[in-house]
């Protein structure tokens, strides 16, 4: 994991590295620590983590197969706090 990688919005690529010709999946987790642990278990501990819109939600990335096509799942979360 790379926490210092920064998604760019306008551009979809990371610090260079395109990966925009990937379909993606995004889901989205009450807290944190939850996206961090779906993450975790959907990946078998193989995601990448990169800033988000903020350090404190940060989102999950890895690839995999949804409805038998390669895709790009993103886990996040958009709220912090009680």
């Known amino acids: 994991m790379n926490e210092d990688r920064i998604y760019h919005v306008n551009e979809n690529k990371y ?3 395109r990966r925009g010709a ?10 944190p620590s939850i996206s961090r642990s779906i993450a975790e278990a959907l990946s ?4 990448e983590s990169c800033k988000g819109y903020s350090k404190f939600l ?3 990335e890895f690839e995999g197969m ?3 096509k390669r895709v790009l799942f993103r886990v996040r979360t958009i709220v912090f706090g009680n």
């Open 58 to 60: 940060p989102v999950y």
């Open 44 to 47: 078998n501990g193989k995601f």
């Open 15 to 17: 610090n260079g590295t």
């Open 66 to 68: 949804f409805q038998n």
């Open 22 to 31: 990937l379909p993606k999946v995004l889901m989205v987790a009450e807290k």
